[in-house]
């Protein structure tokens, strides 16, 4: 395995918040600047994943482990297609790549798909700021040093509030998912091999392909469209089902998708919504989403079904939230609550074949505990399939 | 689901004396345990031999049973105080082999007692090779090829079957007792012999070796709901083939990626659904091939483990609490989180620092042994350090580890230091061979081998130990050389020098290097701004406020220490257990905490030891896990308004520093430490004792050999020979003759005027006596007066002592009561006071004084009934003993006998010999009305079988034979049958004492150890000669004693107790008695 140079300090790098508040580390990963939402990652594994997710798009991540970079990068771990996030900032960065699997480390990968990193910051400290504050705006930078420069061009970004930026990650046109995934212990989601595969709809609002695999695993004929793609259009496939993925940034300027949601779900198409997909569909269903403070980002959240009492830990990234009250009860039912703050977790509706989750039960990184929820799905769907 | 109302009553059960594989960490977990019952409101009924813990302190627990941890023992107590249930999972092995019994014998049963955490068929499963085996091939999880074995025919054949090397477990043992991994079919042999004599169900277990893989630990939780987390992952820098105690382990997990760690996790929640754990924690390790990736399961433990304790302090989630109180029908969602207090402990911790342990050896007491790792566990403690880096934690822990390193290496001698000549450094085919066998201070051979040229490559093709580690280590090594960029330690800049600070260099470290001192590194450091900052342990990487200041210190920029105003003392504890300092000064350092927050002090506690109940979060008010160093202490000082510190508490690890820190400005509370410095001057002491008019054993100081021919020629042979300034008697003999001293000379020590030689007079066949006082400058108050089973000579850490004294006149008690006051005023005590005392021919000799902690004051406050540390406490903190309330002797009216515990069956090839070094690692306590019933608890607490009838093999040296007469008909009286070698033989005869002869080794057969070997015997007494002809002998009778678990008697002291022993239990059998009952007679009777 490869090791750096000793003697490679030295390469500045800014990380300049909105309010003025300046840290310097060393640069790796890619030349240049970019602005974003500060956001911390509590996993200590995993962080190819997470900077594979696009639901990062818009976000300056903070990894909470100090250690970073350890196993490198391997062909097999990628979440989707790029990196989509703003920046990467680690208190150490890994001077070594020892794991059996990695083809590249950590720093060559982030130059390659043009993402600056920051290391050898206080990330602690950081955090600290980002709990006690919120997600505040703000710039990472190794091209330029001047903190009043970089304070301009963070207060002139206009953030990630109120944006669509799903349309930066989502796909251009539809195709079909093959790839499965193995593995002994992942809950046996093979359906009936006499049943023929449902087909499913699955609508990408930045999907990590790890959901793709375990719809697979579930045993459905995948296809995937894009964000923008129209009721009409996902009908025209003649779905069995959908599946409304995750993704990055604010729910509430998506109309074309909550519009589209809403009559997917009028056509009582049995429907699974993770994240950004149960947000929106939270929105269709006449609901309301709030920010957070600083979102959950991590792979230790403690879920509670309130069905069965039983806890899941979850792997978890969102920034906004479904408000509860907002919900019509009568229609939908809250099925799971966050046990550290009581946030809605996850909905089902009343009347429709319908339940989304606000966590990621592709695991991917973190535990899967909640990967249960995909052969789930397979049920319900199975349902309400024609005989 | 609610708290259980269906039980009320729960017997917990300990885990006995320090072994080595069952230390401290079961006194944490237990307390903790204990702790969580009683406020959840269950009465909690203790079981524990070990008298020197904090969970047998009265206020623990409901009713306290210091007794053996035996089945018939438990029972009777089952039958006093019919609990409703047993929780067998917080005191290791020891309990869990208890329960089974019980179980096992319808006790359980009978009377209604409920096992809950573990039942005996989960307990099974998991520790029974051949279920656990069935049980992972159930669900698919991979183990490597194995069989077991009940006889040596079966192991052989299996070996044939699994092939050459394989790994060799004994079943039901802990620490891997007996084990270890066989190359050839001789050693196999060998092994498997040993194994099935240990094995608790006479079960060997072979298996296909996998020494090099990567190993990992994962540490689980489960509840009645079927909860599952995982606390904590461990990462073992040494691979397979080194016991996990022994190596030095990472927390978190450093190389998996998410997808691996992630599989492994689902295993490990796979596993205990399987076993079938149905709350609590459970530890599950696990193997994986660096090349593959492939994973294998290598065991569980049903149990809190030293492991847990390790998690539980590397993350702040209490395991041991939680899982007791899950015990009790909570689920995990319904427990709150005590460091974030809002969310609750149904999550996984997530931490932002990195966690090193480092394991510490005792290798130095038993120079016999073989001092190579391998699947047996060896070390005696350890130590866990934190950082922000890998760097930082781990230098952190080495110099935590108090063997001389400041950090990685550079200790005074290192051969690699600039001043050090080039001559001295090892060559790279020397430490070739040496990275190629698992030892001691690996880590320090790897620094050689790096400053010596050898590559990482190489280091990880001989070692095996992963790339990423090796990588750092190679840093340490990079930056330690980068030094000589500087001509002297003011050209460092300060951004390099902070470099060196968050890469964990101690001052120290870069003092040797530029050739200063560390008190001007710290200066330019204070100048510069380069200092650290205190970061708190909270679970869950600052995601959420804590409310618990538990802190490390690392070179970062936002410290999170809170400065309250309060009134702050500062307990320094004693850093890695080891022989001669262990759980005996933790406990002292908790009772100080406990009694001085409760006169309403904020306590710093200082310490690094993971396995200790003064490492809890609960125990202080502010728990800083810092190593014991001057630059660490000092550092926390400066950061909040400290009244004062307590270092004589935490054995010889604080007291070490403890001027220095008074230069610096702490205060020390307390006897000053210039007054403890007196005492270790022999000069001055000896001036001392003059002007008092109390004598003491002849004695001179020599620096070289010839000087100390001369003083033992002066005061006359034999002396007591050691060198200054050492702890547990290291290096510490007893010379009969001129050969002997200049051989002791010239081979143990190196005498130098820096380092003086201290010769003794000893007394020969005198009694030793050891006390405990308190001295608040007004009155002196005896804790107790104990007197040694065996004569004088023997470390009193290894001697058997009873309180109180069984053999002294009145006269005698009054003089040493007398002595001990006087020497309390001159010395200007404040606070505790141990003496060591010779009566010779009724003479009352001083040997020893120490105004600080003694190993015997836990013992004593169980006896008393009165925490003497945490009277001490109060009096360093400026109360008077009449303001506490204990202003009188209590002297018990039943007798309380302690008993050490030995490790030399982890040893193989040591000797069990006694002598002035100390070696046993623990202790435990009989209590009775009657003497003779309270020696044989001690003695089956401390493991060894009583044997009430059968026969004594009797070997004794010239000097012992006119006084093991008495003894031998003693021992004949009760019917026991004796066997004598010839010459101890010719004196019963003479006595007219019936006796058969045996064979010494090498006069015929069958001989000594033939009917040792054929369990013709069930007790030996063999006091050792002093010459070299007859020791070879000696030694295989002993050796082969200790392999047939057959008690040895090594004095004849110790033969005539345990002649007192036998009789008592003939007569009056065994009873047990709680604490409480006991103490309650001694307030009645005060």
């Given at each position: 395995m490869t090791s750096r140079d000793d003697t490679s300090a030295a390469r500045p790098c800014l990380l300049v918040f909105e309010d003025g508040e300046v840290h310097r580390g060393t640069h790796f990963g890619h030349h240049g600047e970019s602005c974003g939402e500060v956001v911390f990652n509590t996993a200590m594994s995993g962080y190819q994943e997470v900077i594979s997710d696009p639901s990062y798009r818009g976000q300056i991540v903070v990894m909470t482990?100090?250690?970073?970079?350890?196993t490198g990068i391997n062909a097999e771990d990628w979440e989707s297609r790029d990196c989509f996030l703003s920046g990467f900032v680690v208190r150490e960065l890994s001077p070594i790549v020892s794991n059996q699997r990695a083809t590249q480390d950590l720093a060559a990968c982030l130059a390659e798909r043009e993402i600056v990193g920051l290391a050898g910051v206080d990330t602690r400290a950081i955090v600290r700021k980002v709990r006690e504050v919120g997600a505040l705006k703000a710039i990472i930078s190794n091209t330029d040093t001047d903190t009043d420069s970089l304070l301009k061009k963070v207060k002139a970004w206009p953030g990630i509030h109120g944006r669509d930026i799903v349309q930066e990650v989502t796909c251009a046109s539809s195709y079909p998912w093959t790839e499965g995934l193995d593995g002994p212990f992942l809950p046996r989601l093979e359906a009936d091999s006499e049943q023929p595969r449902p087909r499913l709809a699955v609508m990408d609002f930045g999907i990590k392909v790890n959901k793709l695999r375990g719809l697979v695993a579930a045993g459905y004929d995948v296809t995937v469209f894009p964000a923008q793609a129209s009721a009409e259009q996902i009908l025209e496939h003649a779905p069995d089902c959908v599946f409304l993925s995750n993704g990055p940034g604010d729910p509430e300027p998506l109309g074309y998708a909550i519009d589209t949601i809403r009559t997917l779900v009028a056509k009582e198409l049995p429907t699974f919504g993770i994240c950004l997909g149960h947000q929106l569909t939270a929105l269709a269903l006449g609901g309301r989403t709030v920010k957070m403070k600083f979102g959950h980002h991590g792979a230790n959240q403690p879920v509670i079904d309130l069905t069965t009492e039983r806890t899941e830990i979850t792997s978890q990234n969102h920034s906004y939230v479904v408000d509860g009250a907002s919900l019509d009860a009568g229609k939908v039912e809250i099925t799971h609550e966050n046990l550290n703050d009581r946030t809605v977790e996850g909905l089902r509706h009343r009347d429709l074949p319908l339940f989304t989750v606000q966590y990621h039960p592709e695991a991917a990184p973190g535990p899967r505990d909640a990967f249960y929820l995909f052969g789930r799905f397979r049920e319900m769907v199975a349902r309400h399939m024609p005989a | 689901m609610p708290r259980r109302d269906d039980i009320h009553r729960i017997l917990v059960i300990g885990a006995g004396p320090i072994v080595i594989g069952q230390a401290c960490e079961f006194d944490y977990s237990g307390t903790q345990g204990c702790k969580a019952l009683r406020e959840e409101g269950y009465e909690v009924i203790l079981i524990n031999s070990n008298p020197a813990t904090i969970m047998t302190d009265p206020m623990m627990a409901d009713r306290t049973y210091i007794e053996p941890i035996e089945p018939e023992v438990v029972a009777k107590l089952i039958e006093i105080e019919r609990p409703d249930a047993l929780l067998p999972t917080l005191g290791g092995q020891t309990a869990l082999n208890c329960a089974i019994a019980l179980h096992e014998q319808g006790i359980l049963e009978k009377y209604g007692v409920q096992m809950i955490g573990a039942n005996a068929d989960v307990i099974k499963k998991a520790e029974d090779r051949d279920l656990f085996k069935q049980a992972m091939e159930r669900i698919g999880v991979k183990m490597p090829p194995s069989a077991s074995a009940y006889t040596m025919d079966g192991a052989i054949e299996a070996m044939h079957r699994i092939g050459l090397p394989c790994v060799i477990r004994p079943g039901f043992t802990l620490g891997g007792t007996g084990g270890g991994i066989a190359y050839n079919p001789q050693e196999f042999e060998e092994i498997v012999t040993r194994g099935l004599e240990l094995s608790m169900n006479s079960e060997v277990l072979i298996e296909k070796s996998i020494a090099g893989w990567k190993e990992y630990e994962l540490e689980v939780m489960r509840d009645r709901k079927d909860n599952v987390v995982i606390v904590c992952s461990i990462e073992n820098v040494d691979p397979m083939g080194v016991h996990t105690g022994d190596s030095v382990t990472v927390a978190p997990q450093q190389t998996l990626t998410d997808r691996e760690y992630q599989e492994m996790r689902d295993e490990a929640i796979a596993i205990i659904r399987e076993i079938g754990v149905e709350t609590g924690g459970s530890n599950i390790q696990f193997a994986t091939d660096p090349a593959t990736g492939d994973r294998i399961v290598i065991e569980m433990n049903p149990r809190v483990s030293r492991s847990s304790a390790l998690a539980s302090k590397a993350t702040g989630f209490p395991i041991a609490k939680i899982a007791a109180k899950l015990a009790v029908g909570y689920s995990l969602d319904e427990i709150a989180n005590d460091i974030t207090k809002k969310t609750p402990a149904c999550f996984e911790p997530t931490i932002d620092y990195v966690v090193v342990k480092v394991p510490r050896f005792a290798f130095e007491k038993f120079p016999e042994a073989d001092a190579t790792l391998g699947t047996q566990m060896k070390s005696v403690g350890e130590v866990m350090t934190i950082g922000r880096t890998f760097p930082e934690a781990l230098q952190k822990a080495m110099r935590a580890m108090e063997t001389g390193d400041p950090g990685l290496g550079m200790r005074a001698n290192d051969p690699f230091l600039p001043s050090a000549p080039r001559r001295g450094r090892p060559d790279k085919r020397k430490l070739r061979r040496r990275l190629g066998a698992p030892h001691a201070g690996r880590l320090h051979t790897i620094r050689h081998a790096l400053l010596a040229g050898i590559d990482t490559r190489e280091i990880h093709e001989i070692t095996r130990v992963d790339p990423w580690f090796l990588e750092h280590l190679r840093r340490i090594v990079a930056l330690e050389q980068s030094m000589s960029r500087f001509d002297s330690f003011e050209d460092v800049p300060a951004n390099v020098l902070r470099e060196f600070k968050q890469n964990g260099f101690s001052d120290l470290q870069l003092a040797r290097w530029y050739g200063t001192e560390a008190a001007r590194v710290r200066r330019r450091r204070h100048e510069l701004g380069i200092v650290p900052v205190y970061n708190r342990i909270d679970t869950c990487a600052a995601e959420f406020e804590s409310f618990t200041p538990y802190l490390y210190s690392t070179y970062e920029t936002r410290t999170e220490v809170v400065e309250t105003g309060r009134r702050k003392i500062m307990v320094l504890g004693g850093g890695p257990n080891r022989i001669g300092q262990g759980i005996e000064f933790d406990y002292c350092c908790v009772q100080a905490c406990y009694k001085l927050r409760e006169q309403g002090f904020e306590i710093l506690m200082v310490n690094c030891n993971p396995e200790t109940v003064s490492t809890d979060f609960d125990t202080s008010d502010q728990l800083f896990f810092e190593p014991l160093t001057v630059e660490d202490v000092l550092h926390i000082h400066e950061s909040l308004s400290i009244e004062g510190a307590i270092v004589q508490f935490g054995g010889q690890t604080p007291l070490n520093i403890a001027l220095k820190l008074k230069q610096a400005g702490v205060t020390i509370l307390g006897t000053s430490p210039e007054a403890i410095d007196l005492v270790e001057d022999r000069e001055k002491f000896k001036e001392l004792l003059q002007r008092l008019d109390i004598p003491q054993p002849d004695n001179g100081i020599a620096t070289e050999v010839d000087e100390a021919e001369e003083i033992a020629a002066t005061i006359g042979y034999p002396v007591v020979v050691r060198p200054s300034y050492v702890l547990g008697g290291r290096g510490m003999e007893i010379v009969y003759e001129r050969k002997s001293l200049k051989k002791w000379m010239t081979t143990a020590v190196e005498a130098s005027p820096e380092h003086p030689v201290l010769i003794d007079k000893f007394l020969e066949n005198a009694t030793e006596v050891d006390v405990d006082a308190v001295f608040d400058g007004e009155i002196c108050v005896i804790g107790g007066i104990m007197e040694h089973v065996e004569q004088a000579g023997i470390h009193s850490g290894d001697s058997t002592c009873t309180l109180p004294p069984y053999s002294l006149s009145d006269e005698v008690q009054d003089t040493i009561r007398d002595y001990t006051r006087r020497l309390a005023e001159a010395v200007e005590v404040r606070g505790l006071l141990n003496i060591q005392y010779a009566i010779k021919d009724g003479k009352v000799f001083v040997l020893e004084v120490n105004p600080r902690a003694s190993r015997t004051v836990p013992f004593v406050s169980k006896v008393i009934g009165t925490s003497l540390a945490g009277v001490a406490a109060r009096v360093m903190a400026g109360e008077s003993l009449a303001e506490i309330g204990f202003t009188k002797e209590v002297i018990p009216n039943h007798w309380s006998v302690k008993a050490p515990v030995f490790p030399f069956v982890k040893f193989h090839g040591t000797d069990v010999i006694l002598g002035p070094e100390m070696k046993s690692t623990g202790e435990v306590m009989g209590i009775d009305p009657d003497l003779g019933c309270a020696v044989a608890k001690a003695f089956m607490g401390a493991g060894r079988t009583l044997p009430l009838e059968g026969t004594a093999l009797l070997s004794v040296c010239d000097r012992d034979k006119q006084a093991v007469v008495d003894v031998a008909r003693a021992f004949a009286d009760l019917g026991i049958r004796l066997l004598a070698t010839p010459g101890t033989r010719r004196y019963l005869e003479d006595a007219g004492i019936k006796s058969d002869v045996v064979f010494k080794r090498g006069e015929g057969r069958p001989n000594v150890t033939d009917v040792i070997a054929n369990d013709e015997v069930q007790l030996v007494i063999n006091t050792p000669n002093t010459d070299a002809f007859s020791l070879a002998d000696e030694k295989a009778i002993r050796t082969a004693a200790l392999m047939r678990n057959v008690p040895t008697i090594t004095t004849v002291f110790g033969a005539r107790i345990m002649a007192t022993a036998i009789e008592s239990m003939r007569r009056h059998g065994l009873s047990v008695r709680a604490m409480q009952d006991y103490h309650a007679e001694v307030v009645a009777s005060a």
């Open positions: 482990y100090p250690l970073i970079g350890n | -």
